[in-house]
């Protein structure tokens, strides 16, 4: 029953638009024979052809054309009386060639108009998969955070023998299961935070921080990690031994986790007996922070896509990671309006540094 009205629209559409056509012909026909024969309006045929191609397709195009063709040189005939001259004989012979062009030019215009169409129509399809995934994996992350902190919780309750005594041994399995469900914790939380930021945008706290404190602090708490797969993790002041702050305008806790997943990926990628450095480089305009490390290096191939969404690249590098914590720090190292790039080291090893605008209170930078 639904069908019939449609019908009938279309059927409505379609002899409208014919009536339209028709009436531009006639009205261009007239314009032609009431006239001189000098007097070329054929031209005015362009139009006419234009809408059939866009609104009929190539067939009555083809008519529309070769109507209009016909009409422009047979006006030189009729209504007769007039003497044929060769200019005007040149001139109907011009608008002709003008309306075959057209005709033919505006069904390959009709033809790139669909393809554009259906190359929009793929995209947008495309679009909207990206976004039923992302959502997909945003409330998948979010609903694995419950389960994840509940056997955190019932591991730790174990540990503090709430339920009985516990073996030394027993207590090395319990700590290996916190650390692990930890681990998961973290990569969730990273997944989480990656989703929320590349969708809502990242939202900083801004105050003055030092990003001395920062290294010395990321340092700190991965002490025991480097001492587990025998890293030597050390800090450098720039050309001088001294201590001197690093003052930015920025976002402590977000800084605090570019240092920890940049520090992580220098230790895991390093080899028994390597070093891991931090670097901190005061300059003009910008606080510079490099980590540095003996590993074996970054392929080249690799380095467009180091700091993308998901990336774990295949090299003599140890570690394998989640390829969220790089893309995450450059998230938040763009957000403070600063720069992140990579490089490798001559004889051996990787450097991961970026720089973020110094604080403009000179005072506070002494």
Same mark, same amino acid.
């Given at each position: 029953?639904?069908?019939? *009205? +449609?019908? #009938?629209?279309?059927?409505?559409?379609?002899?409208?638009? !014919?009536?339209?056509?028709?009436? !531009?012909?006639?009205?261009?026909?007239?314009?032609?024979?009431?006239?001189?024969?000098?007097?070329?309006?054929?031209?005015?045929? +362009?139009?006419?052809?234009?809408? +059939?191609?866009?609104?009929?397709?190539?067939?009555?195009?083809?008519?529309?054309?070769?109507?209009?063709?016909?009409?422009?040189?047979?006006? /030189?005939? /009729?209504?007769?009386?007039?003497?044929?001259? +060769?200019? %005007?004989?040149?001139?109907?012979? &011009?608008?002709? %060639?003008? #309306?075959?062009?057209?005709?033919?030019?505006?069904? @390959?215009?009709?033809?790139?108009?669909?393809? &554009?169409?259906?190359?929009?129509?793929?995209?947008?399809?495309?679009?909207?998969l990206v976004k039923l995934r992302e959502d997909f994996a945003s409330t998948l992350t979010h609903d694995l955070k419950t389960p994840l902190l509940g056997a955190i919780e019932t591991i730790k309750a174990f540990q503090q023998e709430k339920f009985g005594p516990v073996l030394p041994t027993q207590q090395q399995v319990l700590n290996t299961m916190a650390r692990s469900h930890r681990t998961s914790l973290q990569i969730v939380e990273t997944l989480l935070d990656v989703y929320r930021n590349d969708t809502e945008g990242l939202k900083l706290d801004l105050a003055p921080v030092d990003l001395t404190n920062l290294a010395e602090e990321a340092a700190s708490s991965l002490i025991a990690l480097a001492a587990n797969r025998r890293v030597h993790l050390s800090i450098s002041y720039g050309d001088s031994d001294w201590r001197h702050a690093l003052w930015v305008n920025g976002d402590a806790l977000q800084l605090e986790r570019v240092f920890n997943n940049l520090l992580v990926n220098a230790i895991n990628h390093s080899p028994r007996g390597a070093r891991v450095k931090i670097f901190l480089e005061p300059q003009a305009s910008y606080?510079?922070?490099?980590?540095?490390?003996?590993?074996?290096?970054?392929? =080249?191939?690799?380095? *467009?896509? #180091?700091?993308?969404?998901?990336?774990?690249?295949?090299?003599? @590098?140890?570690?394998?990671?989640?390829? #969220?914590? !790089?893309?995450?720090?450059?998230?938040?190292?763009?957000?403070?309006?600063?720069?992140? @790039?990579?490089?490798?080291?001559? =004889?051996?090893?990787?450097?991961?540094?970026?720089? /973020?605008? %110094?604080?403009?209170? =000179?005072?506070l930078t002494a």
């Open positions: 029953m639904l069908l019939l *009205p +449609t019908k #009938l629209l279309t059927k409505n559409s379609r002899l409208s638009r !014919l009536v339209v056509m028709l009436a !531009l012909f006639v009205t261009v026909v007239l314009m032609e024979f009431i006239t001189p024969t000098e007097y070329v309006f054929g031209y005015f045929y +362009t139009g006419p052809i234009l809408l +059939t191609n866009s609104w009929f397709g190539v067939g009555a195009t083809f008519i529309a054309t070769t109507s209009a063709v016909f009409l422009t040189i047979v006006n /030189l005939f /009729l209504p007769g009386g007039e003497v044929i001259k +060769t200019s %005007i004989v040149a001139s109907r012979a &011009i608008a002709a %060639i003008a #309306l075959i062009v057209t005709g033919v030019l505006s069904e @390959r215009l009709r033809r790139s108009q669909e393809a &554009i169409a259906v190359t929009c129509a793929k995209l947008e399809s495309q679009q909207e606080q510079v922070v490099k980590i540095l490390d003996t590993g074996a290096g970054i392929q =080249p191939e690799q380095f *467009p896509h #180091l700091f993308e969404r998901f990336y774990q690249g295949h090299s003599n @590098r140890q570690a394998k990671g989640s390829g #969220l914590g !790089l893309y995450l720090s450059r998230q938040i190292i763009e957000a403070h309006g600063g720069i992140i @790039r990579a490089e490798n080291r001559v =004889p051996t090893g990787a450097m991961f540094a970026f720089k /973020l605008p %110094i604080y403009p209170f =000179p005072s």
